[in-house]
């Protein structure tokens, strides 16, 4: 099984002739794709490159153009997903990249999925609960055997008011070449020739599928960076959070998170539990909190850390980081910690910012 290169780093020259015939280990594959796990045991019937892509474009053509209208959501029900995207494109423009944009938006992503399993993934989305909305599946011409089964899935997706469409990613072709020699890959289609003629293979027989998308993205001077944004610009929706973020109270001596982003110190402010009426509480008592927020520099401190913490969250969204943990200790994740965490959550809640609050050894004594 072959993995396809993903867009790399920050577009820059094509590697010189010295620079590629100099041994290099395999660069890492930030977005490779993965093969059908359960693929040789589905039935499918024989199919070349051609008529499987062109049964695809025509689906395409005839379904994914016509967007959803009140009467289809009202007929797919309660608890149907409302939208099935398609990405697809040429091996090595990002793919997968996409799709763990798109992830992290909340869709919910296949990778690789034979079409004949679509329309029951679709079907079994409308009767899920909690609700999928939002379903994104990866296909490529490695999948070519099972393509001819693509027509009917999307067209009971369709059929079950499930808007669908179309995303197609292209790159240059001296671009893609460039990606499957980084990764020292072959191309699924260049057989015993060269990745050039793989590609020229693939953009010859997706020629008509990549007319009849609903989107086009040219990767070529992306980098994951710039594609997973352009992804989460295009598919986000309006409310979608920019970042989600996860604030952890909890105690140094049961040990740090080990996943924290950010950690802060609040063993400097006085200890409730000293205090013999406050010691059977905790932070999330309003007693416990009011003895912690009123001591001197404590809310200077949290108004503080909220300011102090803007520019790397807007950071870590430019950067596409779309989750963060932020971890606030005490001695025991008793008292302090807990109290401060609450209010530093006031803080940080809202524009764009998600946050939700979790108190790790809060019982633990």
Sequence with gaps: MTSTPEVPGPAGPAPSAQQSSTPQPPAPNP??????VASQALPAEAMDSESMVTAIAQTVASSTHTPATDHDS?????????????????????????????????????????????????????????????IAVAVDVRGRSFFSALAESVSTAENSG???????????????????????????L???????????????????????????IDTSRLNVHELASKIIALFGDAGDPAIRILLMSFGFKYGLPLD??????????PNPFWVPELRPHNGLDQEV??????????????????????????????????????????TGGKHRSVAISELLSQKLEGDGVAVTTVHRDLGRE
């Design 31 to 36: 977005g490779g794709t993965s093969e059908p």
């Design 74 to 134: 009202a007929a797919s029900g309660p608890g149907s997903a409302s939208e099935l995207l398609i990405i697809t494109g040429m091996s090595g423009a990002g793919r997968s990249t996409a799709a763990k944009a798109l992830e992290d938006l909340g869709w919910y992503v296949v990778d690789n999925l034979p079409p004949q399993l679509i329309a029951e993934l679709a079907m079994l989305a409308a009767t899920a609960e909690p609700r999928v909305r939002r």
């Design 162 to 188: 499930i808007r669908t469409r179309l995303l197609f990613l292209d790159a240059t072709n001296e671009t893609l070449v460039r990606r499957f020699e980084s990764v020292r890959r072959p191309h699924p």
């Design 260 to 269: 924290a982003d950010q950690v802060a110190d609040v063993r400097f402010l």
């Design 190 to 216: 260049q057989g015993d020739g060269a990745p050039l003629d793989g590609i020229r293979e693939e953009r010859r027989v997706m020629g008509e599928l990549r007319g009849n998308a609903d989107t086009v």
């Design 289 to 330: 909190a009011d003895y912690v927020l009123g001591q001197e520099g404590a809310a200077e401190f949290v108004d503080r850390y909220a300011l102090a913490l803007q520019p790397v969250l807007a950071g870590y969204v430019r950067e596409n980081k779309r989750y963060a943990t932020i971890a606030v200790g005490c």
